[in-house]
C-alpha cells in the first residue's frame, strides 16, 4: 500500500518536474550549447575536421534543422559500438532527451536565449591540436594534385629526423593533416636512426593495377626500398628490408575520427630512444583540387618515468587467404589474434577496413577458456573510424589472446560499393579491402615492450 502510493507520488512529481522543464522556450545558449560543448565541438569548430563550426550561435542556426534530422536519425554524433558490450570513456552518443532538447529547439524556431545562461566556453588548444603539445615534428610538404576523386596516389613513406636529444616518454601523440579534403590517412613511427638515411625524400612504388586501379594479386607484388644512391631498388614484399618499420615503436594512425592517441588517463608512456628518426606514411585521394598536405605530429611529454609502458599495435592488414569473392554479402575473414605474453590491460581499440566493411568484434580469451566480447561494432562505417577509449582498463592477464571478427559486404546491397563484381584482395586504396585491427595496451614497467605481445603479422607498432 505504501509502495504504490510512494510510487504514485513519484510519478506525479515527475510528470510535474517534466512539465515544468518543457513548459518554458528551448534556447541554444541555456539548453543546445552544453550539449554541442559535451558532444560535438571537437569536431564542429575551425581546423578540424567537419565542414561548420558550432562554437557560435550564429554558426550553429543555419543547421538547425539539418541537426535535428542527424540526431534523430542517429548519425550524428558518430558512434558505433553496440552498448551491450563495454562501456567507453569518449562515447559521443547522445541520450534521448538531449535529442528531444535539439529536436524541440530546432522546430521551436531556434532561439537564442539570454547570454547570461551560456555556459563558458570550452577550452580548446590553439592551431586545431585537441591537446596542446610541447613537441611538434613536421611532415613534408606534399603537392595532392587536381585529379578525378579517387585517382590513384600510392602510398608514400618519408623518413625525417626525430630531434629526441634525449631519451623521452611521449604521453600522447596527435597526427594533423593541413589538408583534410584529401587526407585518407597519415601514419607514424619511431625507428632507430640508420647510417645513410634519405630524409625528406618520399619513396613509393608504382604499383601494377589494372584499368579499375586494382593492384594485382599479392603473389605477385613488390616494394621499393631504399638504398644508399638514393634509386632505391624493387624487393619481394615479404623481403626483410621491405618494412623501414623494422624494431618501430609507436605506429599511431589519422583517420576521418581518429586522431590524438593520449596514454595520459592510464598513467602511461612511450620511451622515444635519443636520436630515433620518424617514418611517415601518407596516403592522399584526390577531390578534383589541388592542395598542398603539411603534416605535424605533436606530442606531449613527461620527464618522470611513468607507471606503466604504452603499447599501440594492430594485428594485420588481411592475410595470404583474404579474398572476398564477387557478390558476397556476408564474408567472414579468416579472425585475427594475438597472444600476450605478459600481464596487460587493454584500453583502446580501432577497427579498420575500407569500403566493404560490414563489422569488427574484439574478444578475450582468457587461459582457463573463458571468452569475453569487449568491442562490437556491428554497423561499420568507413567515413569515421573510431577509437574506443574503454572507461576502465581491461585486465589481460599473460597466456590471454586478443581473437578479432570481421565481416565484409561484396553485395549490390552495399551502397558504397564500388564493383560488387570483383574479386577483392587485401590492398591499399579504399577500393581494396584491409583487415587491421589496432589496439592498445599498458604493462608494468618492469616489462619489456618488445615481448609483451606476439608481433602482429602485418608489422608491429608498440612502443
Known amino acids: 500500500m505504501y509502495g504504490r502510493l510512494w510510487l504514485a507520488g513519484l510519478v506525479a512529481a515527475g510528470c510535474t518536474m517534466a ?56 548519425k550524428m554524433p558518430p558512434w558505433f559500438a553496440d552498448p551491450k558490450y563495454g562501456h567507453f570513456a569518449n562515447d559521443r552518443s547522445l541520450t534521448p532527451a538531449e535529442i528531444d532538447t535539439i529536436s524541440k529547439w530546432a522546430d521551436g524556431g531556434a532561439a537564442k536565449g ?43 613513406d618519408v623518413i625525417t629526423p626525430g630531434g629526441f636529444q634525449e631519451d623521452t616518454w611521449v604521453t600522447s601523440l596527435e597526427i594533423k593533416p593541413s589538408a583534410l579534403g584529401v587526407t585518407h590517412h597519415v601514419c607514424t613511427s619511431f625507428i632507430p636512426h640508420r647510417e645513410g638515411v634519405q630524409y625528406n625524400v618520399p619513396m613509393w612504388v608504382d604499383k601494377r593495377r589494372d584499368e579499375r586501379g586494382v593492384e594485382v594479386a599479392p603473389s605477385e607484388r613488390q616494394v621499393l626500398v631504399s638504398t644508399p644512391d638514393g634509386k632505391g631498388k624493387l624487393v619481394d614484399r615479404n623481403a626483410p628490408e621491405a618494412n623501414i618499420r623494422n624494431g618501430s615503436i609507436g605506429f599511431i594512425c589519422y583517420v576521418p575520427g581518429r586522431a590524438l592517441h593520449d596514454f595520459r588517463p592510464f598513467h602511461a608512456a612511450m620511451l622515444v630512444p635519443k636520436g630515433w628518426d620518424i617514418v611517415w606514411q ?56 594475438v597472444t600476450f605474453f605478459a600481464d596487460a590491460e587493454l584500453v583502446w581499440m580501432s577497427p579498420h ?39 576502465e582498463p581491461i585486465k589481460i592477464p599473460k597466456g590471454s589472446k586478443l581473437v578479432v571478427e570481421a565481416h565484409y559486404d561484396n553485395s549490390p546491397n552495399n551502397k558504397f560499393n564500388p564493383n560488387p563484381n570483383q574479386t577483392v584482395y587485401e590492398g591499399n586504396m579504399t577500393w581494396e579491402e584491409m583487415f587491421a585491427p589496432f589496439f592498445a595496451i599498458t604493462v608494468d614497467k618492469s616489462v619489456d615492450p618488445q615481448k609483451a605481445v606476439t608481433p602482429p603479422a602485418g608489422g608491429r607498432g608498440g612502443a
Open 19 to 74: 512539465a515544468d522543464v518543457s513548459s518554458g522556450p528551448v534556447t541554444y545558449n541555456k539548453d543546445v550549447l552544453p550539449i554541442l560543448q559535451k558532444h560535438c565541438q571537437e569536431c564542429h569548430r575551425p581546423g578540424n575536421i567537419a565542414p561548420m563550426s558550432f562554437l557560435s550561435y550564429d554558426g550553429t542556426r543555419p543547421w538547425a534543422k539539418a541537426m535535428k534530422s542527424a540526431v534523430a536519425s542517429r
Open 114 to 156: 539570454e547570454d547570461k545562461d551560456a555556459p563558458a566556453p570550452r577550452a580548446f588548444a590553439e592551431n586545431g591540436w585537441t591537446t596542446k603539445p610541447d613537441l611538434i615534428a613536421k611532415g613534408i610538404s606534399y603537392k595532392v594534385p587536381a585529379a578525378p576523386p579517387l585517382d590513384v596516389i600510392e602510398w608514400i
Open 282 to 337: 601518407l596516403h592522399y585521394t584526390p577531390n578534383g583540387q589541388e592542395a598542398t598536405d603539411t603534416p605535424e605530429l605533436g606530442m606531449t611529454v613527461t620527464r618522470q618515468a611513468p607507471a606503466r609502458i604504452a603499447i599501440e599495435s594492430f594485428t594485420g592488414t588481411g592475410g595470404p587467404d583474404f579474398k572476398i569473392p564477387p557478390n558476397e554479402g556476408n564474408y567472414a575473414a579468416t579472425p585475427h589474434q
Open 353 to 391: 577496413m575500407h569500403l566493404r566493411g560490414k563489422d569488427m568484434t574484439y574478444k578475450i580469451v582468457y587461459p582457463n577458456g573463458e571468452s569475453s566480447i569487449v568491442l562490437n561494432v556491428p554497423k561499420y562505417d568507413f567515413n569515421w573510424q573510431i577509437g574506443y577509449e574503454v572507461a
